[in-house]
């Protein structure tokens, strides 16, 4: 069955300082992957997708970056963080022709 | 580009009481149209899509959507709201881009009073 771990699931850092959420497949081949980031009030955010290793397109102009090492793995890096970067990421996969997004259980994030 | 507005940003429902949640996209061909539920501090769960055909279509949980072309609408609704149902709900939509790239309105908050 398809799956999708993302962890951390709570992360509490100081402004400044670098980040790295990890998000990881498993089941699936070649699945696009996204990187959301949710606000109060403000819906979902792409903020990243991926449509195979190495190819990362960037929604939103920011402070972080993805990366795609491996086909079922993608990771959102920043190296300084701002205050305005706190939030709960998601990441999400989409299988081949499915239409339906399946989401990680997010990462709470915590810039003080 | 596609869009999608929520118009509520809470709802309260009685238990047992009947549920409509609102939801108009923006796109000028037929899109593909989805709603998704998030359970507090988790990630999102499909409910039901809709790419063609029948335009009222059934999703998980007893719910229900029916796309209404000239409204540009694709309206959730549930017959009789349970306690679980608490919850937030997103409406998406995808267009030109295929799948690739879903764009979520800003949700809707349902609280289920006793």
């Known amino acids: 069955s398809q799956t999708i771990h993302q962890w951390p699931a709570t992360l509490v850092q100081p402004v400044g300082s670098p980040l790295s959420l990890e998000c990881t497949v498993e089941g699936t081949s070649n699945p696009n992957l996204y990187w959301y980031r949710q606000a109060a009030g403000r819906g979902l955010q792409l903020l990243f997708y991926s449509v195979g290793i190495g190819q990362i397109s960037s929604e939103v102009p920011q402070n972080l970056s993805a990366s795609r090492p491996q086909d079922r793995q993608f990771i959102l890096s920043s190296k300084k963080l701002l205050l305005s970067d706190s939030g709960f990421y998601l990441c999400?996969?989409?299988?081949?022709?499915?239409?339906?997004?399946?989401f990680g259980e997010g990462s709470r994030l915590t810039v003080l | 580009a596609q869009s999608v507005t929520q118009p509520d940003i809470h709802i309260t429902v009685s238990e047992g009481a009947s549920l409509e949640l609102r939801c108009n996209y923006s796109y000028g061909a037929t899109p593909y149209l989805f709603w998704y539920v998030q359970s507090p501090g988790q990630g999102l769960q499909l409910l039901l899509k809709y790419f063609s055909g029948d335009t009222l279509v059934q999703g998980i949980k007893g719910f229900e959507a029916e796309f209404k072309r000239s409204q540009s609408s694709f309206n959730l609704r549930k017959p009789s709201v349970h306690w679980s149902d608490a919850a937030e709900y997103f409406c998406?939509?995808?267009?030109?881009?295929?799948?690739?790239?879903?764009?979520f309105g800003t949700g809707t908050r349902l609280l289920v009073s006793p």
């Open positions: 998406a939509v995808a267009g030109n881009t295929g799948f690739q790239k879903l764009v």
């Open positions: 999400a996969f989409l299988p081949a022709n499915t239409g339906e997004l399946f």
